[in-house]
C-alpha cells in the first residue's frame, strides 16, 4: 500500500503539489470505476479518493449528486466500494474512501476500518463528520492504521481549524469555498487564507478541494497548497462522453492538464 | 403567557429549571442529537446559538414574541371537547387543542414567528426553509413577508404537485418556491437542498428550520418556540376539567407539533405521551414512514436519531398520505423520550388517519389536516384501550384546507 506520506513527502521532494482524484464508486460502472480511476493514476493522479454513494450528499452539488445516483441505481454496496479501493490501490496510488458518516456508522466502524485496510487503503475523508462526534472513528482508523481526513472552510475560528487538524492523520482538507462541491470559473481567493491560516496550527500537508477544474486553476493552487484535488471536473467529462471509453480518454486528457498544472506553481 | 395581558416569561419559552431534558453543550439527549455536518456550517450554527441564548432571556425578546403570538398568530388557542367524535372513542373525553385555528392554519406559524425574529437579531436578511405539506413554507413566508425579509422555499416537486394550494400561497406571500426534482422528490430532498443553498449563502442567510430535527441547536429552539402549544393546553385542561389529562396524543413526522404540546407535560408522571407516525399502507408493505417503530439509530440531517436506513445506512424513502409525516427521519428528542420509555409511540395507516379525517369533519364540523388525523386516529384506539374515565387531549395541529384535493381523490368526492 502507499501511504499519503509517501506521495507527500515524494511530491515535495519534487517541488510539487500533489495531485488528488475524486470519482464515486459503482460509476459510470462498477467496473468502469476501477478503469475510470486507473486512468487518473495513469495519466499523474497521487492520490484517488473514492466516493462511498449515499442516498442524501448534502455537501455535493449536481454534477456529483448526478454520478452517485448513477451508482446507487447501478446498485452500489460497500462490498463494491472495497473491491474499487483494492483495484485502484493496486495500480499503487494512494488510495482513500470519502464517505459521508452515515454509512460508516451503521456498518460498524471498527469493520470498516479493517475492511478498508485490508483492501489496500490509505484512509477516509469524512466530510460531515465533526471533531466533536470523531473519537470512535479515529480511535478505529488507528487502531486498523489506516489516516483520517477532515476538512476545515473558509468560515472556519481559528479555534475550530485546530480542533480540526488535531483530528487529521494524512492531510488536511481544506474546503476552497463555502459551497457545495463542483467545478467553477475561478478557485475562491478565501482558499490561499485559508491554508496560510491552517499551516499555522499544523505541519500536516494542506490540500484545497471545491471548485478546480482546469489545469491553470490546478497550477494556481499549487502555488499556495501541498496537493490540489479535484472531482465535479472529472465526472462531468465521463458524462458528457459518448461512450465509457470515450469518458475514460477525456478524463485522462484533463488529468495530464492538472498534473502539468501542479508541477508548474503559478 | 401565564396569565391574560401578562408577556410570556423565559421559563413559558424554554420551561427553565421546571425539568433537566435540555441538550448538553453538544446539543445531546443521552446519545441522540449532536452535529454531524459540513465544517462550514459550524460557525453559524454557533452564532445561532448563541444569539438564541441570549434572546431566550431578553424580556425585550419575549415581549416581541409574546405580541406577534397574540396578535398576530392568535394565541391563545382555545380547546374544543368534542363528545360526538369521542361516540367512537369507548367513553373517553376528547379534548382538541386547536392550532389549526391560528394564523396560517397551523402550529407552525409559533416556531416561525421564534425564528423570524431571531434572523432580525442574526443581522440577515434572508430565509430560506423546506417544506413537505407546505404549512412550514406557508408559515415562513408569512413571517417573511412581515419582516420584510427575503424568502426562498425548497419543496419536493411530488409535494408541490399533492399540495399545490400551498404553493400558490407560498408565492403569493412573495416567496420563491423550489421545487426539489432529486432524491425522492419529498421533504427530505428538501432538506438536503435547503443545507446546500445555506451552506453557499450563510452569510447573509438563516436556515428557519421547520422541525425539531437537524443539527444542534435546532431541536432545542423549534422545540423552545413550540412549547407555547403545552404550555397553555396544561393550563386550559386544569381549568376545564380540573385535572391533567390522563394522556396527550399527536401525530409526529420530524416532530414539533408532538414536541410543543408534549414538553409541558413530561414532568407530570402520571400524564401518558403518545405520538403517532404514519404507517402509511402498513408496515408489512414496506411504504410507511414509521421512523421510530420501525427505524434503526442512524445519522440523517446533521442529527443522530431513528431512521428508516437499509442494512449499509442508505436512506429508505418514507410513505405517507400526508405530505408533512413524510418523512424517514425524527427529532432526536422523540428517539430519547423513546428508549427512556416516557412517550410511547405508534402507528397510524393512511386508510385510518382517513376515516379518522371524515369523522371529525362528520361528527364536529371541524377538518383537521390529515397530519393531524394521525393523532385523531390514535386517540380513538387509546380511548377505548383507557375506557370511560379517561380524558384525551389531541393536538389538533393544522387544518385541513390544504388537504382537499387529496380528499376528493380518496372519497371520490
Known amino acids: 500500500m502507499t501511504t499519503l506520506q509517501t506521495v507527500f513527502a515524494k511530491a515535495k521532494a519534487d517541488n510539487r503539489a500533489a495531485l488528488v482524484g475524486y470519482l464515486p464508486a459503482g460509476f459510470p460502472s462498477k467496473d468502469g470505476a476501477i478503469a475510470a480511476a486507473t486512468a487518473l493514476v495513469e495519466a499523474g493522479c497521487d492520490v484517488i479518493e473514492i466516493g462511498l454513494p449515499y442516498s442524501d450528499p448534502l455537501m455535493d452539488g449536481p454534477t456529483i449528486q448526478d454520478a452517485v445516483h448513477r451508482s446507487l441505481l447501478n446498485g452500489t454496496r460497500i462490498a463494491d466500494v472495497m473491491r474499487t479501493v483494492e483495484g485502484v490501490a493496486a495500480t499503487g496510488a494512494a488510495t482513500l474512501v470519502m464517505t459521508y458518516w452515515n454509512p460508516i456508522d451503521r456498518y460498524g466502524a471498527e469493520r470498516f476500518a479493517r475492511e478498508l485496510a485490508d483492501a489496500g487503503g490509505a484512509g477516509t475523508i469524512t466530510p460531515d463528520l465533526t471533531p466533536e462526534e470523531s473519537e470512535p472513528w479515529r480511535a478505529a482508523s488507528a487502531a486498523a492504521g489506516i489516516d483520517t481526513v477532515f476538512l476545515v472552510a473558509p468560515s472556519s475560528t481559528e479555534a475550530r481549524i485546530k480542533a480540526v487538524v488535531d483530528c487529521c492523520t494524512g492531510f488536511v482538507y481544506a474546503a476552497s469555498l463555502m459551497g457545495v462541491t463542483g467545478a467553477r470559473e475561478t478557485v475562491n481567493v478565501a482558499a490561499e487564507d485559508l491554508v496560510k491560516r491552517t499551516r499555522a496550527h499544523t505541519d500536516l500537508p494542506v490540500c484545497v478541494g471545491l471548485g478546480v477544474g482546469t489545469g491553470a486553476q490546478a497550477s494556481h493552487v499549487a502555488a499556495y497548497a501541498d496537493g490540489v484535488i479535484v472531482g465535479s471536473a472529472f465526472i462531468r467529462r465521463i458524462l458528457d462522453a459518448p461512450d465509457e471509453a470515450a469518458g475514460y480518454a477525456s478524463i485522462a486528457e484533463l488529468a495530464r492538464e492538472m498534473a502539468q498544472g501542479v508541477r508548474s506553481r503559478a | 403567557m401565564a396569565h391574560e395581558g401578562s408577556i410570556l416569561t423565559a421559563a413559558d419559552l424554554a420551561g427553565n429549571g421546571v425539568h433537566g431534558d435540555d441538550p448538553d453543550v453538544r446539543g445531546k439527549f443521552g446519545i441522540f442529537g449532536g452535529r454531524y455536518v459540513p465544517e462550514a456550517l459550524i460557525p453559524a450554527l454557533d452564532e445561532v446559538a448563541s444569539v438564541y441564548a441570549t434572546a431566550k432571556n431578553d424580556v425585550e425578546f419575549l415581549r416581541e414574541f409574546d405580541h406577534l403570538l397574540r396578535t398576530y398568530a392568535g394565541r391563545p388557542t382555545t380547546l374544543t371537547e368534542v363528545p360526538r367524535f369521542a361516540e367512537q372513542a369507548g367513553g373517553a373525553r376528547i379534548v382538541l387543542k386547536r392550532e389549526d385555528l391560528t394564523h396560517t392554519g397551523a402550529h407552525k406559524i409559533n416556531n416561525v414567528l421564534g425564528q423570524a425574529l431571531l434572523t432580525k437579531r442574526l443581522g440577515k436578511k434572508r430565509v430560506i426553509a423546506e417544506t413537505g405539506a407546505g404549512?412550514?413554507?406557508?408559515?415562513?413566508?408569512?413571517?417573511?413577508?412581515?419582516?420584510?425579509?427575503?424568502?426562498?422555499?425548497?419543496?419536493?416537486?411530488?409535494?408541490?404537485?399533492?399540495?399545490?394550494?400551498?404553493?400558490?400561497?407560498?408565492?403569493?406571500?412573495?416567496?420563491?418556491?423550489?421545487?426539489?426534482?432529486?432524491?425522492?422528490?419529498?421533504?427530505?430532498?428538501?432538506?438536503?437542498?435547503?443545507?446546500?443553498?445555506?451552506?453557499?449563502?450563510?452569510?447573509?442567510?438563516?436556515?428557519?428550520?421547520?422541525?425539531?430535527?437537524?443539527?444542534?441547536?435546532?431541536?432545542?429552539?423549534?422545540?423552545?418556540?413550540?412549547?407555547?402549544?403545552?404550555?397553555?393546553?396544561?393550563?386550559?385542561?386544569?381549568?376545564?376539567?380540573?385535572?391533567?389529562?390522563?394522556?396527550?396524543?399527536?401525530?409526529?413526522?420530524?416532530?414539533?407539533?408532538?414536541?410543543?404540546?408534549?414538553?409541558?407535560?413530561?414532568?407530570?408522571?402520571?400524564?401518558?405521551?403518545?405520538?403517532?407516525?404514519?404507517?402509511?399502507?402498513?408496515?408489512?408493505?414496506?411504504?410507511?414512514?414509521?421512523?421510530?417503530?420501525?427505524?434503526?439509530?442512524?445519522?440523517?440531517?446533521?442529527?443522530?436519531?431513528?431512521?428508516?436506513?437499509?442494512?449499509?445506512?442508505?436512506?429508505?424513502?418514507?410513505?405517507?398520505?400526508?405530505?408533512?409525516?413524510?418523512?424517514?427521519?425524527?427529532?432526536?428528542?422523540?428517539?430519547?423520550?423513546?428508549?427512556?420509555?416516557?412517550?410511547?409511540?405508534?402507528?397510524?395507516?393512511?386508510?385510518?388517519?382517513?376515516?379518522?379525517?371524515?369523522?371529525?369533519?362528520?361528527?364536529?364540523?371541524?377538518?383537521?389536516?390529515?397530519?393531524?388525523?394521525?393523532?385523531?386516529?390514535?386517540?380513538?384506539?387509546?380511548?377505548?384501550?383507557?375506557?370511560?374515565?379517561?380524558?384525551?387531549?389531541?393536538?389538533?395541529s393544522g387544518r385541513g384546507d390544504k388537504d382537499m384535493g387529496t380528499a376528493m381523490k380518496y372519497f371520490n368526492l
Not at chain 2, 393550563?235 to 394522556?247: I, S, V
Request: aromatic letters at 6%; glycine letters at 12%.
Open chain 2, 135 to 396: 404549512q412550514h413554507g406557508v408559515a415562513t413566508a408569512t413571517a417573511a413577508a412581515l419582516l420584510g425579509l427575503e424568502c426562498v422555499i425548497y419543496m419536493g416537486a411530488v409535494d408541490c404537485e399533492r399540495q399545490a394550494l400551498n404553493v400558490a400561497r407560498m408565492k403569493l406571500l412573495g416567496a420563491k418556491v423550489v421545487p426539489v426534482t432529486n432524491g425522492s422528490q419529498t421533504l427530505k430532498d428538501a432538506i438536503n437542498e435547503a443545507f446546500r443553498d445555506w451552506v453557499t449563502n450563510v452569510d447573509s442567510t438563516h436556515y428557519l428550520f421547520g422541525t425539531v430535527a437537524g443539527p444542534h441547536p435546532f431541536p432545542e429552539i423549534v422545540r423552545d418556540f413550540a412549547r407555547i402549544i403545552g404550555v397553555e393546553a396544561r393550563r386550559q385542561m386544569l381549568e376545564l376539567t380540573g385535572a391533567l389529562p390522563t394522556a396527550v396524543c399527536a401525530a409526529v413526522g420530524g416532530g414539533s407539533n408532538a414536541i410543543g404540546i408534549f414538553h409541558a407535560f413530561i414532568g407530570d408522571e402520571g400524564v401518558q405521551l403518545h405520538g403517532y407516525e404514519a404507517a402509511g399502507r402498513g408496515l408489512d408493505s414496506g411504504e410507511h414512514a414509521l421512523t421510530l417503530t420501525a427505524g434503526s439509530v442512524g445519522v440523517l440531517h446533521g442529527s443522530r436519531t431513528y431512521v428508516l436506513q437499509d442494512d449499509e445506512g442508505q436512506t429508505i424513502d418514507s410513505h405517507s398520505i400526508s405530505a408533512g409525516l413524510d418523512y424517514p427521519g425524527v427529532g432526536p428528542e422523540h428517539a430519547w423520550l423513546k428508549d427512556s420509555g416516557r412517550a410511547t409511540y405508534h402507528g397510524i395507516t393512511d386508510d385510518q388517519a382517513m376515516a379518522a379525517f371524515s369523522l371529525l369533519a362528520r361528527t364536529e364540523g371541524i377538518i383537521p389536516a390529515i397530519e393531524s388525523s394521525h393523532a385523531l386516529a390514535g386517540a380513538l384506539e387509546l380511548g377505548r384501550e383507557l375506557g370511560p374515565e379517561a380524558t384525551i387531549l389531541v393536538n389538533l
